[in-house]
């Protein structure tokens, strides 16, 4: 499998965005052309295959829905839900909030999610997943945080490998703001420090 190449120079912030982004990490060209080479690679793996995607809600949305139509192998869909706020659950401990509808028993499985950071959500979701005994269970994240990293997991297949920085964009949120941006953003540190946006729906997540 080809490494994942590191993120190019950067694309300027667009005037809108600049109170409240501090750099583009990601721009959308390299975003499209790093999803179209994963979309070809995934495609000539599973070929011939019966696959069902597994994506993580809610942050994969604008990822997934470009990745698939990057797919030339059919594929079923369905989602996941997994969150760090179930009820009666310990401060960290992940619930699972929606579960797999689809029969994954036999199949190839592709779990896709926007961002591998801790590692508990992948950990979580494909260790669930493959107590229903798929053929062969993959993952595709389009980005890797490996400094944060708390599980032993890794992606099969990885858009970008980014640093310990607080990331929103391309699906990607802070206290649900910022998920529509085309392009993968660092945010000013102000912005999720002085709490405005509200609270953060991970909180672990800005890097200290
Ligand atoms: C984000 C992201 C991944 C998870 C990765 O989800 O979408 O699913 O965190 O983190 P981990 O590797 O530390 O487990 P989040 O809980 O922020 O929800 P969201 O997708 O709805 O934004």
């Keep these: 499998?080809?490494?994942?190449?590191?993120?190019?120079?950067?694309?300027?912030?667009?005037?809108?965005?600049?109170?409240?982004?501090?750099?583009?990490?990601?721009?959308?060209?390299?975003?499209?052309?790093?999803?179209q080479a994963l979309g070809a690679e995934i495609s000539r793996d599973f070929a011939?295959?019966?696959t069902?995607?597994?994506?993580?809600l809610n942050g994969t949305v604008l990822f997934l829905a470009d990745l698939i139509r990057n797919l030339t192998i059919p594929v079923r869909l369905d989602f996941v839900g997994v969150s760090s706020y179930g009820a009666g659950t310990h401060p960290g401990e992940l619930a699972v909030t929606k579960a797999?509808?689809?029969?994954?028993?036999?199949?190839?499985?592709?779990?896709?999610?926007?961002?591998?950071?801790?590692?508990?959500?992948?950990?979580?979701?494909?260790?669930?997943?493959?107590?229903?005994?798929p053929r062969r269970?993959?993952?595709?994240?389009?980005?890797?945080?490996?400094?944060?990293?708390?599980?032993?997991?890794?992606?099969?297949?990885?858009?970008?490998?980014?640093?310990?920085?607080?990331?929103?964009?391309?699906?990607?949120?802070?206290?649900?703001?910022y998920r529509s941006l085309p392009f993968i953003a660092v945010l000013k540190p102000e912005?999720?420090?002085a709490g405005g946006a509200g609270k953060p729906s991970r909180p672990s997540r800005p890097a200290a």
């Design 52 to 56: 069902v995607i597994v994506a993580v």
């Design 1 to 35: 499998m080809p490494k994942p190449a590191p993120p190019a120079p950067r694309a300027a912030v667009p005037d809108a965005w600049r109170e409240h982004i501090d750099r583009v990490l990601i721009s959308r060209e390299e975003i499209a052309a790093r999803v």
């Design 137 to 177: 269970l993959r993952t595709c994240v389009l980005l890797d945080k490996k400094a944060r990293r708390q599980v032993k997991i890794r992606g099969d297949y990885t858009g970008f490998q980014i640093p310990d920085e607080f990331v929103v964009g391309y699906g990607l949120d802070f206290a649900e703001r």
């Design 100 to 133: 797999c509808r689809l029969d994954v028993r036999g199949r190839d499985v592709l779990v896709v999610d926007d961002i591998l950071d801790t590692g508990k959500t992948l950990d979580r979701v494909t260790t669930q997943l493959r107590q229903f005994k």
């Design 48 to 50: 011939g295959r019966d």
């Design 191 to 193: 912005v999720f420090q």
